[in-house]
């Protein structure tokens, strides 16, 4: 069963670190670009991040950008978003997506909350 | 970077009803890299549409997508009750892959 499920999600205060972690399974993750992308409570969804198949390349929407760094270790089946100098803004639900031109698994999401 | 409008925010319709769904980009989406998706409430976004009029797998025939260029159209022909939901679409034709706002196709 083709599945992805993240973690890592939590309460953090404004300036803080948090890293989420996505890992997946039944298929081989390291054929396949990857992408977060998050949910504001009530909002709509909004792309974060993405990687290349072999790591090497990432790119990040501009608000994260120099905050956020995605990586992966296809051999754990694993893909990571270290966030820092966290802002209030950037609380929302973060998923983890696979990329087969569209988005076609989607994990569950974990919730991330930036407050004092 | 593709700024996607999507109209109406709100449509409101009975089951049986036909839907239509407007998705307009501000540069012209290569090769048609339009996806749709629809997300319940507390529920992951599913892949309905890719590739502008692609039925991703499983999806029931009476989704259907349409357009090019600027301009795309998501269709339910005849609503269920479990069509009433947010639809959004999605441009992967450039980085950022960016989402329109959503429609919220609710009971009337």
């Known amino acids: 069963q083709v599945q992805l499920v993240e973690s890592g999600g939590g309460v953090v205060q404004p300036g803080r670190s948090l890293g989420l972690a996505c890992e997946a399974s039944?298929?081989?993750?390291r054929t396949w670009p990857m992408h977060w992308v998050r949910q504001a409570p009530g909002k709509g969804l909004d792309?974060?991040?993405?990687?290349?198949?072999?790591?090497?390349?990432?790119y990040y929407a501009d608000s994260v950008k120099g905050r956020f760094t995605v990586s992966r270790d296809n051999s754990k089946n694993m893909v990571y978003l270290q966030m820092n100098s966290l802002r209030p803004e950037d609380t929302a639900v973060y998923y983890c997506?696979?990329?087969?031109?569209?988005?076609?698994?989607w994990g569950q999401g974990t919730m991330v909350t930036v407050s004092s | 970077e593709i700024v996607l409008t999507q109209s109406p925010g709100t449509l409101s319709l009975s089951p049986g009803e036909r839907a239509t769904l407007s998705c307009r980009a501000s540069?012209?989406?290569?090769?048609?890299?339009l996806a749709w998706y629809q997300q319940k409430p507390g529920q992951v976004p599913r892949l309905l549409i890719y590739?502008?009029?692609t039925r991703a797998t499983g999806i029931p025939d009476r989704f259907s997508g349409s357009g090019s260029r600027t301009d795309f159209t998501l269709t339910i022909s005849r609503l269920e009750p479990e069509d009433f939901a947010v639809y959004y679409c999605?441009?992967?034709?450039?980085?950022?892959?960016?989402f329109g706002q959503g429609t919220r196709v609710e009971i009337k």
């Open positions: 590739g502008a009029s």
């Open positions: 039944g298929f081989t993750l």
């Open positions: 540069q012209i989406v290569t090769s048609a890299y």
């Open positions: 997506a696979r990329q087969a031109g569209a988005f076609d698994v």
């Open positions: 792309w974060v991040s993405a990687v290349s198949p072999d790591g090497k390349n990432q």
């Open positions: 999605q441009q992967y034709s450039s980085t950022p892959r960016t």
